[in-house]
């Protein structure tokens, strides 16, 4: 089955600087790869998707960036604001199936 | 927005007693799902529902675990004799036919004691 693994598991960072969370996975049939958000006594907030036919995705300041050759996706947060500090989530997919999810980041954003 | 929703958001209950979570799905989505997530450990599959049966389980949803959808808004995850590992958050999460992200609810807090 499919196998996803998430790096950093924590991240601290100064506000208003990037923050990037790295996943990488093992089934080359998977095709979408959700990012979600989670904060305290939440469930998972859907912030951005990828599927694999693009490469790069952006919504303001996240992006998405897959690398379907060497199976990992980034996830980049620009100018972070304390609001964004939560726990963050990859995911991947393959047609039809469930998701398996990453670790998860713990994302602190210093004001 | 739609969302979809959970009752209750906290359930405690003995051990071997049978718990059942609900969960409303965004209306007029096909797919259907229940995961569950042990305190600070990562998001688990547990199973998923299309056309009225399951799709695809995992190897935690075992013969205590059952899902039904009893009509055209509810999808319930049944618990039969609840163990002491069984506590977690439970959320549910559906999608439609065409969108690949779908939603989650809030979850549903369950403690076995």
């Known amino acids: 089955g499919e196998n996803v693994e998430q790096h950093p598991s924590t991240l601290s960072v100064q506000e208003g600087d990037s923050a990037v969370i790295k996943c990488t996975y093992s089934?080359?049939?998977?095709?979408?790869f959700p990012w979600y958000k989670q904060e305290l006594g939440k469930g998972p907030q859907l912030i951005i998707d990828?599927?694999?036919?693009?490469g790069e995705k952006k919504d303001q300041r996240i992006a998405v960036t897959l690398n379907k050759t060497a199976k990992h996706f980034s996830l980049h947060i620009t100018e972070t604001q304390p609001e964004d500090s939560a726990v963050y989530f990859c995911?991947?997919?393959?047609?039809?199936?469930?998701?398996?999810f990453g670790g998860g980041t713990r994302l602190m954003v210093k004001p | 927005e739609p969302e979809v929703t959970q009752t209750p958001s906290h359930q405690v209950t003995q051990m071997g007693q049978e718990v059942i979570l609900r969960c409303v799905p965004i209306?007029?989505?096909?797919?259907f799902y229940w995961y569950r997530q042990i305190l600070g450990q990562k998001v688990e599959f547990l199973v998923s529902?299309?056309?009225?049966?399951?799709?695809?389980k995992s190897e935690i949803f075992d013969d205590q675990f059952s899902v039904e959808r009893p009509d055209g808004s509810n999808f319930t995850l049944k618990i039969r004799s609840t163990k002491l590992e069984d506590s977690a958050m439970y959320f549910c999460?559906?999608?439609?036919?065409?969108?690949?992200?779908?939603?989650f609810g809030s979850g549903t807090r369950l403690t076995v004691v």
């Open positions: 999460a559906s999608r439609g036919d065409r969108a690949l992200g779908g939603g």
């Open positions: 089934d080359s049939a998977s095709n979408y």
């Open positions: 990828i599927r694999s036919n693009v």
């Open positions: 995911a991947a997919r393959r047609a039809g199936n469930m998701l398996t």
């Open positions: 209306s007029n989505h096909l797919y």
């Open positions: 529902f299309y056309n009225n049966e399951i799709s695809e």
